[in-house]
Antibody
Framework: EVQLVESGGGLVKPGGSLRLSCAAS????????MNWVRRAPGKGLEWVSS????????YYADSVKGRFTISRDNAKNSLYLQMNSLRAEDTAVYYC????????????WGQGTLVTVSS | AIQLTQSPSSLSASVGDRVAITCRAS??????LAWYQQKPGKAPKLLIY???SLESGVPSRFSGSGSGTDFTLTISSLQPEDFATYYC??????????FGQGTRLEIK
């Protein structure tokens, strides 16, 4: 069974940093591109970042470019999102999501981890 | 960036009803569209990909249609477990993926 479990969310002050993790199991993690998608309170879904299976291709939404860094460790079956210079508008539930074979949509999602940016 | 506009934003319906949710793209996206269902506190669930392909395990009462700029998600006979929020997502302009604003489907 495919499982994605996010962790690392919490309360952080504006300008602060946080690192999210996503532990994957039940599939060959190293074969799949992975993504982060967020949902702000009362808002819809927003794609944040993606990383190819071998980390050769990395992309970001304009709203986080220069502040967030996506990475992965295939030996540990883990995906990460380093978030710096956090803003109130980054407050959201962050989901990791799997891309089935470079399809560019998402077939499995984690339950999400809440990030709250507030003073 | 390609904008997706869903309509309606919210919808009240009864068990057994046939409902349709539309998604309009600001420019043509061929058939590069997916639909998701999200329930409160849960992860989104993939329903439809490539505009009309049903994801494995998804009930056949869900169907998708359309191409270019206009797309529709249809639920043929609403079941109690279908009351949720639905999102469309385009991937034609990958890596700049965008979602619609969501359609909240409520019980009448």
């Amino acid at each position: 069974e495919v499982q994605l479990v996010e962790s690392g969310g919490g309360l952080v002050k504006p300008g602060g940093s946080l690192r999210l993790s996503c532990a994957a199991s039940g599939f060959t993690f190293s074969s799949y591109s992975m993504n982060w998608v967020r949902r702000a309170p009362g808002k819809g879904l927003e794609w944040v970042s993606s990383i190819s299976s071998g980390s050769g291709y990395i992309y970001y939404a304009d709203s986080v470019k220069g502040r967030f860094t996506i990475s992965r460790d295939n030996a540990k079956n883990s995906l990460y999102l380093q978030m710096n210079s956090l803003r109130a508008e980054d407050t959201a539930v962050y989901y990791c999501a799997r891309d089935p074979y470079e399809a560019y949509y998402f077939d499995y999602w984690g339950q999400g981890t809440l990030v709250t940016v507030s003073s | 960036a390609i904008q997706l506009t869903q309509s309606p934003s919210s919808l009240s319906a009864s068990v057994g009803d046939r409902v349709a949710i539309t998604c309009r793209a600001s420019q043509g996206i061929s058939r590069a569209l997916a639909w998701y269902q999200q329930k409160p506190g849960k992860a989104p669930k993939l329903l439809i990909y490539d505009a009309s392909s049903l994801e494995s395990g998804v009930p056949s009462r869900f169907s998708g249609s359309g191409s270019g700029t206009d797309f529709t998600l249809t639920i043929s006979s609403l079941q109690p477990e279908d009351f949720a929020t639905y999102y469309c997502q385009q991937f034609n302009s990958y890596p700049q993926i965008t979602f619609g604003q969501g359609t909240r489907l409520e019980i009448k």
